[in-house]
T-cell receptor, first 114, second 113 residues
Framework: AQSVTQLGSHVSVSEGALVLLRCNYS??????LFWYVQYPNQGLQLLLK??????LVKGINGFEAEFKKSETSFHLTKPSAHMSDAAEYFC????????????FGKGTKLSVKP | DSGVTQTPKHLITATGQRVTLRCSPR?????VYWYQQSLDQGLQFLIQ???????AKGNILERFSAQQFPDLHSELNLSSLELGDSALYFC????????????FGQGTRLTVV
């Protein structure tokens, strides 16, 4: 069965520093890949997605992710962290052949220090 | 605002009881997905409906059931509730098969006491 691994359940950065949240998936065939963000007491909001085509994907709020097939990775980055980025981030895959349901990683909680 | 509406936002009930969670998808979306989010299991897919028909099943217990009505809203029924069913239940919707990513509601927090 496909799985998603997010390295680091907690990541702390200073305001203005680079944000790097790691995600690896297990699949011999590239699935569709997503990053979602969850603010406290909120639902999940889609940040960005990779389906086909360009491997560098730009999303909302200045985030981007790069699909690397050789590394089975889809890491999320943002050049400069803002206090408002503090939230929990989930990487997800839609396995090929599925009806659209997603498999989520365990999540990474991002803290931003002033 | 994602456009997906879930009611109620909070629900507290006793063990052994039955509850119904309701979801209205975004206008035009035909697919509805239900997910459970708990501290120990994380986010887990439960079940998907597409235009009224069940399309996929995940880790859904036999005590749980769902349906999607002709107006496309969906209900998740949880019965014989146990303490371990306490969780955040999310509904998500998408136009088709979710290749573009699904839009999530704000969730229903269920507490079983």
């Amino acid at each position: 069965a496909q799985s998603v691994t997010q390295l680091g359940s907690h990541v702390s950065v200073s305001e203005g520093a680079l944000v790097l949240l790691r995600c690896n998936y297990s699949s011999s065939v590239p699935p569709y890949l997503f990053w979602y963000v969850q603010y406290p007491n909120q639902g999940l909001q889609l940040l960005l997605k990779y389906t086909t085509g360009a491997t560098l994907v730009k999303g909302i709020n200045g985030f981007e992710a790069e699909f690397k097939k050789s590394e089975t990775s889809f890491h999320l980055t943002k050049p400069s962290a803002h206090m408002s980025d503090a939230a929990e981030y989930f990487c997800a895959v839609r396995p090929l052949g599925s009806q659209g349901n997603l498999i989520f990683g365990k999540g990474t909680k991002l803290s931003v220090k002033p | 605002d994602s456009g997906v509406t879930q009611t109620p936002k909070h629900l507290i009930t006793a063990t052994g009881q039955r509850v119904t969670l309701r979801c209205s998808p975004r206008s035009g979306d035909l697919s509805v997905y239900w997910y459970q989010q708990s501290l120990d299991q994380g986010l887990q897919f439960l079940i998907q409906y597409y235009n009224g028909e069940e399309r996929a099943k995940g880790n859904i217990l036999e005590r749980f059931s769902a349906q999607q009505f002709p107006d496309l809203h969906s209900e998740l029924n949880l019965s014989s509730l146990e303490l371990g069913d306490s969780a955040l239940y999310f509904c998500a919707s998408s136009v088709g098969e979710g290749t573009g990513g699904a839009f999530f509601g704000q969730g229903t927090r269920l507490t079983v006491v």
